[in-house]
Antibody
Framework: EVQLVESGGGLVKPGGSLRLSCAAS????????MNWVRQAPGKGLEWVSS????????YYADSVKGRFTISRDNAKNSLYLQMNSLRAEDTAVYYC?????????WGQGTLVTVSS | DIQMTQSPSSLSASVGDRVTITCRAS??????LAWYQQKPGKAPKLLLY???RLESGVPSRFSGSGSGTDYTLTISSLQPEDFATYYC???????????FGQGTKVEIK
């Protein structure tokens, strides 16, 4: 069974940092591009970042470029999102999702709250 | 960036109704479009990809169509479990900057 499990969310002050993780199982992680997608409370979905299977290609939404860093460790079947200089508008549930275009499967999400 | 405009933003329908949701891209996206269903407190679920290809396990009452800039999700006979919010997503843009529509909430009439 394909599983994606996010962790690392929590409450952080504006300007702070947080590192999210996504543990993958049930599929060949190293063969798939991966994504982070977020959803602010009561709002729609926003694509955040993508990374190709071998980390050769990395993309970011303009809203997080220069502050967030996506990475992966194929040996550990894990995806990461390092979030720096956090702002109140980064408050959201962060999902990891599998796929190079259409997102084939999603984790359950982890909540990040940026507040003083 | 490619903008995705969904309509309507919400609709009320009854069980058994035929429901249509539209997604318009700001430029042609060559059928690089996915549809997702999201229920409250849950992660989104892929329904269709490549505009009209049904994801494995998704009921056949869901269908997609369209080309160029205009795409449609149709639920042929609405079931109680279909009340949810639906999102379109384009994956055409280069470099990859995927965008979602703003969502359509399907509520019980």
């Amino acid at each position: 069974e394909v599983q994606l499990v996010e962790s690392g969310g929590g409450l952080v002050k504006p300007g702070g940092s947080l590192r999210l993780s996504c543990a993958a199982s049930g599929f060949t992680f190293s063969s798939y591009s991966m994504n982070w997608v977020r959803q602010a409370p009561g709002k729609g979905l926003e694509w955040v970042s993508s990374i190709s299977s071998s980390s050769s290609y990395i993309y970011y939404a303009d809203s997080v470029k220069g502050r967030f860093t996506i990475s992966r460790d194929n040996a550990k079947n894990s995806l990461y999102l390092q979030m720096n200089s956090l702002r109140a508008e980064d408050t959201a549930v962060y999902y990891c999702a599998r796929g190079a275009g259409a997102m084939l499967g999603w984790g359950q999400g982890t909540l990040v709250t940026v507040s003083s | 960036d490619i903008q995705m405009t969904q309509s309507p933003s919400s609709l009320s329908a009854s069980v058994g109704d035929r429901v249509t949701i539209t997604c318009r891209a700001s430029q042609g996206i060559s059928n690089s479009l996915a549809w997702y269903q999201q229920k409250p407190g849950k992660a989104p679920k892929l329904l269709l990809y490549a505009a009209s290809r049904l994801e494995s396990g998704v009921p056949s009452r869901f269908s997609g169509s369209g080309s160029g800039t205009d795409y449609t999700l149709t639920i042929s006979s609405l079931q109680p479990e279909d009340f949810a919010t639906y999102y379109c997503q384009q994956y055409y843009s280069t470099p990859r900057t995927w965008t979602f529509g703003q969502g359509t909430k399907v509520e019980i009439k």
